[in-house]
């Protein structure tokens, strides 16, 4: 079993959609979680830190729940600049980081 | 300054060469990593370094020697390689090891390794 696995995806979906992806994780001792987008051919970039609490950035929610080890990114109303790769991050305390195999979206018109 | 530069962006090395990859972040960070990613997969670790020092080797070949002068560079020296090293390789650094929350990484744009 892969320490951390996501949907496989890929997601096509209209502007204006609501979409979400899940990821789980395997580790219980991972400390901190993540959400990073990759453009085709650039580096990941970070979209957002994912607490318990869960957080919210714009039309960007992230939730984590530690009793049953998964994490979710929601975007709302989809833009078509939000055609990317999504990967999930989870990290150890000592500073390990394992990445998912990404969830590809592509917003259509 | 909120930037990893990476330098070369491209580079093309025979299997006998030896070249340097070379990483440099001027935010402070304490944490610096090398990744490894081929196409379609995510970012493999390779090396961590924490305050100058190597604290992570994912068992790397010894083909691939990271060095970390100071806190502001990251070199990743190569010799030898094969063409099944060919792949995108990232640096990034994060403001102290462990947890990285919550800024998570700043990765710098890659060097595009081809071993021919």
């Known amino acids: 079993r892969k320490e951390v696995e996501q949907d496989p995806g890929p997601f096509n979906v209209p502007e204006g959609a609501t979409v979400a992806f899940n990821c789980t994780y395997s580790n219980s001792a991972s400390q901190s979680f993540f959400w990073y987008r990759q453009d085709c051919r650039k580096e990941p970039k970070l979209l957002m830190s994912?607490?318990?609490s869960g957080n919210e950035d714009g039309r960007f929610t992230a939730q984590l729940n530690r009793a049953s080890q998964y994490i979710s990114l929601l975007i709302r109303d989809s833009k078509l600049s939000d055609s990317a790769t999504y990967l999930c991050v989870v990290n150890t305390n000592a500073g390990k980081s394992t990445f998912g195999d990404g969830t590809t979206l592509t917003v259509k018109p | 300054d909120t930037e990893v530069t990476q330098t070369p962006k491209h580079l093309v090395m025979g299997m006998t060469n030896k070249k340097s990859l070379k990483c440099e972040q001027h935010m402070g960070h304490r944490a610096m990593y090398w990744y490894k990613q081929k196409a379609k997969k995510p970012p493999e670790l390779m090396f961590v370094?924490?305050?100058?020092?190597?604290?992570i080797n994912e068992s790397v070949p010894s083909r691939f020697s990271p060095e970390c002068p100071n806190s502001s560079l990251l070199n990743l020296h190569l010799h030898a390689l094969q063409p099944e090293d060919s792949a995108l390789y990232l640096c990034a650094s994060s403001q102290v090891p462990g947890t990285a929350y919550p800024y998570g990484y700043t990765f710098g744009s890659g060097t595009r390794l081809t071993v021919v």
């Open positions: 994912v607490y318990s």
């Open positions: 370094y924490s305050y100058e020092k190597l604290s």
